[in-house]
């Protein structure tokens, strides 16, 4: 969904300027955004208006790692035509992926506020380990070692206890 408020010509012109006062040319921007090089390059151009998470992303990434930008960040997603967040979900601007939805509105609001995504997480009590698939998955793998050497714990146990009892008969 796009929205009518896109200012295309104050959205290239404060992408080209967060590009140069962080010292990214349009690769860094991409790699930030997420996307590729030649989107980044139509984008400064004024082509085509970006998706919400796209621009999210960006503003999210830039206030985290260049602070003093975090207006120019705002500006951004005003100029992108986000200034009120996402766009009303319907079946065409979902990802289908919940988890992708969620880290996009809160990348949306880390940017709208300035912070950065693990500010928002922390003032609302998560943690942004909470987030990360590969720190969830080494848990639940350390969680299922311990559970089966638990297993053989006790399996180990009965066995002496059969066999201790066996042997006092």
């Given at each position: 969904?796009?929205t009518p408020?896109?200012?295309?010509e104050?959205f290239g012109e ?8 962080a010292?990214l040319?349009q690769?860094?921007l991409a790699e930030?955004?997420g996307r590729s090089?030649?989107q980044?390059n139509r984008w400064?151009?004024s082509?085509n208006?970006p998706a919400y998470?796209?621009?999210?992303r ?5 206030t985290?790692?260049y602070?003093?930008l975090?207006d ?9 035509g986000?200034?009120?967040?996402p766009?009303?979900q319907?079946?065409?601007t ?6 992708s939805?969620?880290?996009a509105q809160?990348?949306?609001?880390a940017?709208?506020?300035?912070k950065t ?14 987030l990360?698939?590969?720190?969830q998955?080494r848990?639940d ?6 559970q089966m050497?638990?297993q053989e714990i ?10 201790g009892?066996a042997?006092?008969?």
């Amino acid at each position: 969904m796009r929205t009518p408020k896109w200012d295309r010509e104050r959205f290239g012109e404060l992408l080209k300027e967060i590009g140069d006062r962080a010292h990214l040319d349009q690769g860094g921007l991409a790699e930030l955004a997420g996307r590729s090089r030649s989107q980044i390059n139509r984008w400064t151009r004024s082509e085509n208006q970006p998706a919400y998470d796209a621009v999210a992303r960006l503003a999210t990434a830039i206030t985290g790692r260049y602070p003093h930008l975090a207006d120019l960040a705002r500006e951004f997603m005003i100029a992108a035509g986000y200034q009120d967040g996402p766009p009303a979900q319907d079946a065409t601007t979902s990802s289908g992926n919940a988890a992708s939805d969620l880290v996009a509105q809160l990348r949306a609001q880390a940017a709208a506020q300035g912070k950065t995504l693990r500010e928002v997480l922390e003032d609302g009590g998560a943690h942004p380990d909470e987030l990360d698939p590969e720190a969830q998955a080494r848990l639940d793998r350390l969680n299922e070692i311990f559970q089966m050497g638990m297993q053989e714990i006790v399996e180990a146990t009965r066995r002496g206890r059969m066999t201790g009892e066996a042997e006092a008969s």
